[in-house]
């Protein structure tokens, strides 16, 4: 159906920033809602970012306010999570998922995951 790939996670010393990307291939994402999750080791998956089809609408965990911005570029058929400020806390694999509808998504039940970016927070 649609096929997301995530990129840009690494290796990053708390306070500093990532950029992730999510493309898609086989459809554009015109008409898809985002989200990005994340799983740290022994705990649950949570949704960390959404963002609707448009980009009018956006929706972020509290634990990322005010550090982590989503936006997204129809026209690359990319969706972006930028990251500052970094924590250790925010260590884990982020994926990106996709629906056309925004309750799907931000529910935690896409129709479509990515296959993960490990990002670590480290000294």
């Known amino acids: 159906q649609l096929q997301l790939v995530e990129s840009g996670g690494g290796l990053v010393q708390p306070g500093g920033s990532l950029r992730l990307s999510c493309a898609a291939s086989?459809?554009?994402?015109?008409?898809?809602?985002i989200g990005w999750f994340r799983q740290a080791p022994g705990k649950e998956r949570e949704g960390v970012s959404y963002?609707?089809?448009?980009?009018?609408?956006?929706n972020y965990a509290d634990s990322v306010k005010g550090r982590f911005t989503i936006s997204r570029d129809n026209a690359k058929n990319t969706v972006y999570l930028q990251m500052n400020s970094l924590k250790p806390e925010d260590t884990a694999v982020y994926y990106c998922?996709?629906?056309?509808?925004?309750?799907?998504?931000?529910?935690?039940?896409?129709?479509?995951w990515g296959q993960g970016t490990q990002v670590t927070v480290s000294s």
């Open positions: 963002i609707s089809s448009s980009g009018a609408t956006t």
């Open positions: 086989g459809f554009t994402l015109d008409y898809y809602a």
């Open positions: 998922a996709a629906d056309k509808t925004y309750w799907r998504v931000v529910t935690g039940r896409p129709g479509s």
